[in-house]
């Protein structure tokens, strides 16, 4: 399974941000996400093919047709390993509260 760090470095990306978001209301093909977007469908691909290696996203063929839809499980784990982080944050500003307090 690919690291967190290359989860956050996949949607570090505003043009991958964005087609995360297209595709958080289902599967499309590649024909269907570069209609959206400004841009060539080899540089869409290009940014697809960089969220499956962090396992944000997977493809499928159907004859021709190539269709990307999110792996789920994928964004819980980023989800829960940010709440780790944010738990520890806090923990470590209410040490800080009270030490600065006394």
């Known amino acids: 399974m690919p690291s967190e760090a290359a989860v956050f470095a996949a949607l570090g990306d505003e043009?991958?941000?964005?087609?995360?978001?297209?595709?958080?209301?289902?599967p499309a093909s590649i024909v269907s996400l570069t209609g959206e977007a400004d841009m060539t469908r080899q540089a869409v691909t290009k940014h697809l093919h960089v969220l499956e290696k962090a396992g944000l996203v997977t493809c499928t063929r159907l004859g021709r047709t190539t269709v990307w839809q999110l792996e789920r499980l994928r964004?819980?784990?980023?989800?829960?390993?940010?709440?780790?982080?944010?738990?520890?944050w806090d923990g470590a500003l209410e040490r800080l509260r009270v030490h600065v307090e006394n």
């Open 15 to 26: 043009t991958r941000l964005a087609l995360v978001e297209q595709l958080r209301t289902g």
């Open 75 to 88: 964004f819980d784990d980023a989800r829960h390993y940010l709440d780790i982080i944010s738990r520890q």
